[in-house]
């Protein structure tokens, strides 16, 4: 996508390698929507760092970031020995897989690296390979978030006021997004449409990322509390759902999804709207066969009891708001927090998957895409 700085269009991919330093950029999300600023990782434990401290979020974008720390953690090999190489390899594996554990896409991001790397008869061949896979793997995200987009536009009709929740944007994989990519093909097919962007407490992804996301590409849209949705779908003014999801299980249809999805998607079911999620294929988990088996990340309280933001003054409007971002604290002082960072929506709150070969019902998803079908 195109981000405005100083007033001039710039393209950036939320995930890029350079292979002759072999260093990761990654835009940092911590920052947004007030700072656009690129981080750099110089080895895979900053990698997985920044996968765990949410410096870069969503399952595109932390699969890539673990496809490409993957390889980053092989090239930084400098024996030749095989079995040292695969002891290391293992060790940068387990550092990645732990960064984050709802998330599916940087375990498949990282097997189709570990599978491409076998045919190696060297450390130098399987370092080559694991580049390669990683590539790949990016390019496959950018891919199906495109077809993500033409299959997901069809259902936008003129008019619509449709609802996201968190953010699974550009932002959330390599380019252009799973939830963001229909919007983005309707609009360039010139349908008018209107977006509200939960704002998605905690860490308000919806309200600082995705919301950021359709201002820069111009897409009219307001944040609303996360609690107002029922309101807005009683009152007849939502007429679509579209979200992300974190893990989807081939075996039932099951989603996991940023905390607040599953609250949305009752609420869709009960006032009767069509409730979508949109995925590219690595977020399938052809394995876990039961929603309850997902991990369920728990976050700091911190994010709970304490919000942060830039200060609203004149000052900082006329310094353009480069200011570092203030933490206060909302909560009451001697009171504790819980903060699951993710729910489970059950198939048959969900009524279809948008996916890079198709709209699918939670049930096709085995028989229509092949992988493990009985």
Known sequence: ????????????????FEPESNRLTLIDQRLLPHTFSLLETTDYRQSALA?????TRGAGAIGATAAYGLAQGCRAFSSKSLTRFATHVQKVFQTLASARPTAVDPFNAMAQVLNAMEPGGTVAEKQELALRAAIQFAEEDVAHCRAIGKWGAELIEEGMTILTHCNAGWLAFVDIGSATA????AQAQGKPFHVLCD??????QGAILTAWELAQQGVPHHIIPDNAAGHYMQRGKIQMVITGADRVLARTGAAANKIGTFTKAVLAKYHRIPFYIAIPLSTIDWETADGFDIPIEERSEEEVLCAWGRPVNDETEKSGGDEK??????????????????????AELITGFITPVGILKPDELRSKLGKGAS
């Open 325 to 346: 971002p203030v933490q206060v604290r909302v909560a009451n002082p001697s009171s504790r927090a819980l903060n699951p960072g993710f729910d489970v929506t059950p």
């Open 1 to 16: 996508m195109k981000v405005t700085l100083e007033g001039k269009k710039k393209h950036f991919r939320t995930v890029s």
């Open 182 to 185: 229909p919007l983005y093909e």
């Open 51 to 55: 996968i765990q401290n949410m410096t």
């Open 199 to 204: 704002e998605t407490r905690p860490r308000s």
